[in-house]
């Protein structure tokens, strides 16, 4: 970080700048450019908030050299990150498909897409219990039926679960159910939320929030893992733009800066992304050719009876077609 000062700074103005780097044991180095003067400070800044240092007078502004995510950052962990869950693996050349229907409605609905999806190469089921909805009278899941329905899907299909935690209470009811803690796109800034979770010590699917940078989606990800877990799954679903034809706007280029930026596994949910199951195809395709380590994708077996999310879920079939071109697509974008 560097501390650029106001020109005329007085020299008795910088003695507490340099008493509060002292402070936090940062080694503070002046220099002297032509016009402007500047400190630079080396040593683990993380714990100095912008703010601190923006409200000494003479400060005119301060610049960030290093990302302040530490943990989820690629600097200090080099190498793609990759994870066994229950058996099935995810990042670090694995490629999974979490794949289930928006909500868990009933015992035959989630047999029946469980089933499907497994039939159809899935590696992961995904489903609500718990459903974040924008009206209050909406269908909000079974709550811990849902979870029980779950875990019966996944004694049948052998398929580790996905499913979202709204609200700490239930911290200890995931803890026990749940493969995969998902972090809804609505609860992503919600920081209690992010460190309690982490906390679990489990793999979480975290996904960026409807208007969030990538940034924030990274420091989000930083406090799931200074919470406690090492597993943390980056998923772009799509962000508010001015457009409407679409739910949101699949931000494609995400998967390769958050791949750049970062070691955690990237996938993709084409689903919510667009809003209509006739895309979830080829957003599906253009996220496994972008670098995507895998893809979430809602499936029901009867999409009109759905009690929520209806037109953006495939049928089986349709999944079946989109998991055969996915590996076509993987297998044309392949090294070598
Ligand atoms: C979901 O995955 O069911 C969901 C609600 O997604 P998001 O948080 O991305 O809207
Ligand atoms: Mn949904």
């Known amino acids: 970080m560097i501390i650029i000062l106001k020109p005329d700074t007085a ?46 007078s003479c400060v005119e502004r301060i610049m960030r050299v290093q990302e302040p995510y530490k943990l989820a950052g690629r600097k200090f ?11 099935k693996r995810i990042g670090d050349g694995a490629f999974a498909v979490i794949a289930g229907p928006c909500s868990v409605e009933s015992e035959e609905q989630i047999m029946a897409v469980a089933t499907a ?20 009278y909406a269908f909000k899941g079974l709550g811990l039926n849902g979870l029980e329905l779950l875990l019966m899907a996944k004694k049948a299909t052998g398929l580790p679960i996905v499913s979202e935690i709204m609200s700490v209470e239930f911290l200890d009811a995931f803890a026990e159910s749940v493969d995969v803690v998902q972090i809804g796109a609505r609860n992503m800034q919600n920081f209690t939320l992010l460190s309690q979770v982490g906390g679990l010590r489990k793999p979480v699917l975290l996904k960026r929030g409807l208007s969030s940078t990538i940034e924030e ?10 919470g406690g877990s090492g597993e943390v799954i980056l998923c772009e679903r799509g962000i508010r733009t001015f457009e409407t034809a679409t739910r949101n706007t699949l931000d494609v280029s995400a998967v390769p800066v958050l791949k750049a930026k970062s070691h955690l596994p990237v996938v993709v949910d084409p689903s919510h992304a667009t809003g209509y199951w006739y895309y979830v195809e080829p957003m599906a395709l253009a996220a496994t050719a972008a670098g995507a380590d895998g893809l979430v994708v809602e499936v029901h077996n009867n999409p009109e009876a759905a009690l929520c999310d209806g037109a953006q879920s495939v049928t089986p079939q349709v999944f079946q077609r989109i998991m055969d071109k996915v590996g076509r697509v993987r297998e044309a974008v392949a090294d070598g």
């Open 217 to 226: 989606l990274l420091m989000a990800a930083e406090y799931v893992m200074a």
């Open 77 to 87: 962990h080099p190498e793609d990150s990759g994870y066994d869950i229950e058996g």
């Open 11 to 56: 020299e008795k103005e910088i003695v507490p700048i340099y008493r509060m780097l002292e402070e936090n044991r940062i080694i503070a180095q002046e220099i002297m450019g032509e016009t402007t003067r500047m400190i630079g400070m080396a040593g683990d800044t993380s714990s100095i908030s912008e703010d601190s240092i923006l409200c000494f």
């Open 117 to 136: 999806v497994k039939d159809a190469g899935a590696t992961f089921l995904r489903g609500g219990a718990f459903k974040p909805r924008t009206s209050p």
